[in-house]
């Protein structure tokens, strides 16, 4: 904690004097505060216990009521919009760099915003910096104006002269106040999202072309950070759903039975997926039939005892081609689908489907399926996530049919 306030006031003392010296010590100076504000952003820059508890938590903590809309991420990576709300370390350290350049730039307002999508932003955390009052700026709004400029460009963007006739802000759109200078920082995490730091004031001429030498260095320090960020967490995130998956199969082996087995399957997918239905069969042993053997959920005509064939329905096809299917929205398309046999006439409101068979050793014993009544539930990464799952069930029901 010293060390860091003293680096602070170097930062601040070389970031308040450099301007009334000449020559050599204003390069001095200069040099002070590249230095200074490096090593602090470098004081942040590891993953500490802390931050490694973060992952033993089931539950999504929000840190700021302001990013409760954002959606966490579910799969092994770990996203930009996921790092923002659940680690505590990325925010200290985003608000600590959005302190200092506020104070390097005397900047009135700073903001950071997040890309949620091609079109919109959210506001994760704002510093008003003045005694004048603003309207809150809404959870979302649309990238506009300087904005979109900025998100377009990739670039550092200077602006000191602004026409004050109309809000090229959207944020303030809902304020009388309008910015004359602006100063924003894209920051690009590759596919993970992105990151802009904007600041403004209102007086015109306010901030300086030679600073973004220096902001061109912490826009570049803030990549690094967070890019690295997510690689680590990412693969402690790997690492944990691997002993997750170990645990499971450390639990199938201890079933003697298939009937045990599959209820050890039903109660770990119940854990892992959301679905309206969730369904197990087994096939008949070289028939062209299979048996309903486990239901979750929504109940129906087709309950568990139901025997069907398997060339008339999604889940017979499943089993028939051993193939995984993952359909979108069951009402989509010209022609009805149905699930088990070619009598059926309603999917009883079910929209999203996924079905993935048992298959060890080149042979099919079954299927899984998963449904729900809300369109596009389910993406390819959770048939990715569910076939882990199926392979090792897949290779205890082999060990217990031999």
């Not at 942040?44 to 954002?70: C, G, H, M, Q, Y």
């Not at 090229?168 to 602006?182: G, I, M």
């Not at 079910?350 to 449904?371: D, I, Q």
Request: charged share 25%.
């Amino acid at each position: 904690m010293t060390r860091t306030i003293i680096i602070v006031v170097l930062a601040l003392l070389g970031i308040f004097v450099h301007p009334f010296a000449p020559g050599t010590l204003d390069f001095i100076y200069r040099f002070i505060i590249f230095a200074s504000l490096t090593y602090l952003i470098y004081l942040n820059f590891k993953i500490t216990d802390e931050d490694k508890a973060v992952l033993d938590s089931e539950d999504i903590v929000t840190t700021s009521a302001e990013r409760k809309d954002l959606e966490v991420a579910n799969d092994t990576e770990w996203h930009l919009a996921e790092l923002l709300v659940n680690d505590s370390g990325t925010e200290q350290y985003l608000e600590r760099l959005l302190d200092v350049i506020s104070n390097m730039l005397v900047a009135e307002n700073a903001w950071i915003l997040v890309k949620i999508n091609s079109y919109k932003v959210q506001a994760a955390t704002h510093k008003h910096m003045t005694d004048s009052k603003l309207t809150p700026a809404p959870t979302q709004f649309t990238l506009s104006g300087l904005l979109q400029l900025l998100d377009s460009s990739e670039k550092i963007i200077l602006e000191n002269k602004l026409n004050r006739e109309q809000q090229l802000l959207e944020f303030y759109a809902n304020s009388d106040y309008k910015p004359s200078s602006f100063l924003g920082i894209p920051v690009n995490i590759d596919k993970q999202g992105k990151l802009f730091f904007i600041f403004d004031a209102a007086t015109p001429d306010h901030f300086n072309h030679d600073d973004i030498i220096i902001l061109e260095k912490l826009k570049q320090n803030a990549y690094v950070f967070l890019s690295n960020r997510l690689k680590a967490f990412s693969l402690l995130k790997k690492v944990k759903t691997g002993e997750y998956l170990l645990k499971f199969a450390s639990q199938l082996n201890g079933n003697k039975t298939i009937s045990a087995a599959i209820e050890t399957l039903s109660e770990h997918i119940a854990n892992e997926f959301e679905a309206t239905r969730m369904t197990i069969c087994i096939k008949k042993g070289v028939e062209n039939t299979a048996t309903i053997r486990k239901v979750l959920g929504q109940q129906d005509e087709f309950g568990e005892g139901f025997e069907f064939k398997l060339d008339q329905g999604l889940t017979g096809w499943v089993i028939e081609k051993n193939k995984p299917y993952l359909i979108e929205d069951l009402e989509k398309g010209e022609y009805f689908i149905p699930r088990y046999t070619k009598e059926e006439k309603t999917n009883h409101g079910l929209r999203s489907f996924l079905g993935m068979p048992f298959e060890a050793n080149g042979k099919v014993y079954g299927s899984l399926t998963l449904e729900h009544n809300v369109p596009q539930k389910y993406t390819e990464k959770d048939k990715e996530h569910l076939q882990k799952i199926i392979s090792i069930f897949s290779t205890t029901y082999l060990r217990q049919q031999s």
